[in-house]
Nanobody
Framework: QVQLVESGGGLVQAGGSLRLSCAAS????????MAWFRQPPGKEREFVAA????????YYVDSVRGRFTISRDNAKNTVYLQMNHLTPDDTAVYYC???????????????WGQGTQVTVSS
């Protein structure tokens, strides 16, 4: 079992930055690929970024590539999402997820956090 707790969301103006954190329980954190998803108001949950357990491989959705950076600290059992140049379209509840491999589907991840709200004002 892996428990995930996100933090770092909030209200920010367009062009600003936020860093989300996701703290994981358990001793096998480094064996899991970690991902960030988001769910905009009234829309389906969508993939944002993922990183392999080793931290070597990453993958981003096109809309955030170059603006968002996923990273992890396996010693701290934590994954991060640095978000720069935010726009109102980035407004969503952001979730972290753990799975066996880097995938982009919601169903591909076994464990989920409760989500943290990110609101970007214009």
């Amino acid at each position: 079992q892996v428990q995930l707790v996100e933090s770092g969301g909030g209200l920010v103006q367009a062009g600003g930055s936020l860093r989300l954190s996701c703290a994981a329980s358990g001793r096998t954190f480094s064996s899991y690929a970690m991902a960030w998803f988001r769910q905009p108001p009234g829309k389906e949950r969508e993939f944002v970024a993922a990183m392999s357990g080793s931290g070597i491989n990453t993958y981003y959705v096109d809309s955030v590539r170059g603006r968002f950076t996923i990273s992890r600290d396996n010693a701290k059992n934590t994954v991060y999402l640095q978000m720069n140049h935010l726009t109102p379209d980035d407004t969503a509840v952001y979730y972290c997820a753990a799975g066996l491999k880097i995938r982009v589907g919601v169903k591909d991840y076994d464990y989920w956090g409760q989500g943290t709200q990110v609101t970007v004002s214009s």
